[in-house]
């Protein structure tokens, strides 16, 4: 009986001490080829909240400004912001780089409204689909 518990406690150790997990290397950022890859509800460091709906419109909720929502509209590595609420006409453009319902960058940003282009300055990643 000793030496089963032995070889139980032996081949725990074993176990143990065996080859750790290595995370998945984050997939490579890119164009997106359609809105099916952005829509959805993204989140940033920050705590910001970033919905994108499949009809064009937006909603982010941020810790720096009132939520702010809106339209929106994609164009190969452009989206612009549009209508959105709390900004008055100022209408926003930048650069999107996605890692489809993983992670997505908002880089270049010609943006007068400062609570936007400040909210969007940082990375996202995905946190769940559209429910739109």
Not at 18 to 24: F, S, V
Not at 95 to 111: A, F, H, N, Y
Request: proline share 6%.
């Amino acid at each position: 009986m000793r030496r089963a518990v032995a070889i139980v406690i032996a081949l725990c150790a074993l176990a143990a001490c065996g080859k750790q997990a290595t995370p998945a290397p984050p997939k490579a950022l890119g164009t997106p080829k359609s809105i099916d890859e952005i829509t959805g509800i993204w989140r940033s460091v920050h705590q910001n909240t970033l919905e994108f709906r499949k009809n064009g419109t937006f909603v982010l909720i941020t810790t720096v400004s009132e939520a702010m929502a809106g339209n929106y509209s994609l164009s190969e590595d452009k989206i612009t912001f549009f209508d959105t609420k709390g900004c008055g006409n100022a209408q926003g453009n930048y650069r999107i780089q996605v890692s489809s319902k993983d992670r997505m960058e908002l880089t270049q940003p010609d943006d007068t409204c400062k609570p936007r282009k400040l909210a969007l300055a940082d990375p996202y990643v995905y946190a769940q689909p559209d429910f739109s």
